[in-house]
């Protein structure tokens, strides 16, 4: 049997429709998983939801709430999605109780930061010296700048010149990293590119969209998705 995704679907801002690019679901099927969408449900549901799959992938999206890592909000934080926030992160703190594989994308990334204790910059153009370009103007396909791999036991094996280049497409960021955090790649203006949860089987952020690159044969993003359904099948072959 084949690994079960669940994927998260944004919310539009008129609240009534999903989205969800399907780079996503290609990315999962190249690497051999079956990718199912997950919308929003009350907390109450989430534990059943994720009794349904084996691995979970968290996309890009709405700007995450302030108040959650106790901030108040900077004038250019984006508009908020209350009930995606409260999902997500019911969703993400069970995923790492239960030691379900996941992936997160830009916001993913963020969530996974977030519940486990970690701050952003609510406007990385504004809150950091001398950023780089962090909101791109081109498709994802296209990489706008450089990161380095520091650490951790998932990305810098796969990238063997120690850097790549990547897409980019954020305003938040992350300031200070969580509880067991490892910071696995940075840009070249010291902003966190990745993290992982080292003690975890296979718990992953990035601020990029590897999934763009992966679907276009790009080898090294094609592995990390790999990596994360083959995870996820190893923990279905556990637990179903």
């Known amino acids: ?21 399907p780079v996503y679901i290609q990315a999962i099927l190249q690497e051999g998983g079956i990718p199912v969408v997950l919308p929003i449900v009350p907390a109450e549901e989430v534990e059943e939801v994720l009794d349904l799959v084996d691995g979970v992938v968290m996309t890009g999206g709405w700007d995450v709430d302030p108040d959650y890592y106790g901030e108040e909000p900077h004038p250019e934080t984006g508009r908020l999605n209350f009930e995606m926030d409260e999902f997500d992160s019911t969703l993400l703190k069970q995923v790492i109780a239960r030691d379900m594989p996941f992936f ?33 103007d081109h498709g994802r396909e296209h990489p706008v700048h450089h990161v ?4 951790g ?31 696995s790649a940075v840009a070249p203006d010291g902003l966190v ?8 089987r296979f718990i992953l952020g990035t601020q990029w ?5 992966a679907v276009n044969g790009h080898m090294p993003s094609r592995q990390i998705i790999s990596a994360f359904v083959h995870a996820s099948l190893d923990y279905r072959e556990e637990h179903r």
């Open 148 to 151: 380095d791999f520091v650490g």
């Open 153 to 183: 036991k998932i990305l810098e094996p796969l990238f063997e010149a120690g850097r790549t280049r990547v897409n980019s497409s954020h305003n938040q960021g992350v300031k200070t990293v969580g509880e067991g955090v490892t910071v």
């Open 193 to 200: 590119e990745a993290i992982e949860l080292e003690d975890k």
């Open 209 to 213: 969209h590897p999934e763009n690159f």
């Open 1 to 21: 049997m084949k690994p079960i995704i669940g994927v998260t679907a944004q919310q539009q801002e008129n609240l009534h429709d999903y989205k969800l690019q």
């Open 104 to 136: 997160g994308t830009c916001r993913g990334m963020q969530m996974l930061n977030v519940v486990t204790g970690g701050t952003l910059y609510q406007s990385v153009l504004d809150q950091m010296d001398n950023p780089v370009k962090h909101k791109q």
